[in-house]
Nanobody, 123 residues
Framework: QVQLVQSGGGLVQVGGSLRLSCAASGRTFTSYVVAWFRQAPGKEREFVARISLIPSNTVYADSVKGRFTISRDNAKNTVYLQMNSLKPEDTANYYC????????????????WGQGTQVTVSS
């Protein structure tokens, strides 16, 4: 079992930055693929970014490529999402999720989820 606890998020102006954290406990995290998803009101949950350690690999949605960076600190069992140049359309509830050794961007494939954190970008 893996427990994911999120932190970060909040209100920021257009063009600003935020960093989200996803801390894992319960099991060794290194073999897990971790992703960030987001869900805006009235919309489906969408993939944002994914990171794996073995093999080392990151994948981004086109909508965030070049602005968001996903990274992990294995010593801290934590994955981060650095969000720069934020836009109003980035406003959503953000979730981290983990699955063991599956390289997927489909939310239904992920077994463990964080509690979600709201990101609001104001213009």
């Amino acid at each position: 079992q893996v427990q994911l606890v999120q932190s970060g998020g909040g209100l920021v102006q257009v063009g600003g930055s935020l960093r989200l954290s996803c801390a894992a406990s319960g099991r060794t995290f290194t073999s897990y693929v971790v992703a960030w998803f987001r869900q805006a009101p009235g919309k489906e949950r969408e993939f944002v970014a994914r990171i794996s350690l073995i093999p080392s690999n990151t994948v981004y949605a086109d909508s965030v490529k070049g602005r968001f960076t996903i990274s992990r600190d294995n010593a801290k069992n934590t994955v981060y999402l650095q969000m720069n140049s934020l836009k109003p359309e980035d406003t959503a509830n953000y979730y981290c999720a983990a699955v063991r050794t599956r390289f997927t961007i489909l939310p239904d494939d992920y077994d463990y989820w964080g509690q979600g954190t709201q990101v609001t970008v104001s213009s």
